[in-house]
């Protein structure tokens, strides 16, 4: 009976870790996403059309990866709960902000 607690505490660390490092890519990406905004906002400004083009391109590729990583995650999982609010805000993302940039532009 220990090993298998020392098995279950053990995996439940593991997959604290993994959440923790989830956030961390996440919390990372949105800074660049936000820093990336900033640039293109000054690059507007400056009539500057070359950095707007790459800094919008930062946000667009940022953007792609952490939905990649979601639905990845969302793909390995074998919680079906997990899966659907994975899938479903992947869904959401994809339909409401890449469609109002697409119209907008």
């Not at 279950?8 to 989830?22: F, G, P, S, T």
Request: aromatic share 4%.
């Amino acid at each position: 009976m220990q090993v298998n607690s020392v098995s279950v505490c053990q995996l439940l660390e593991y997959l604290n870790q993994c959440r923790r490092v989830m956030i961390l890519c996440v919390s990372t990406a949105e800074e660049g996403i936000l820093r990336d905004t900033d640039q293109t906002e000054q690059a507007i400004a400056n009539v500057d059309a070359p950095g707007v083009v790459s800094n919008t391109s930062n946000i667009a590729r940022r953007a792609h990866r952490i939905l990649q990583v979601a639905q990845s995650e969302a793909d390995n999982s074998e919680d079906p709960q997990f899966v659907e609010h994975v899938n479903d805000a992947v869904d959401r993302l994809r339909n409401s902000t890449f469609r109002e940039f697409a119209v907008s532009v």
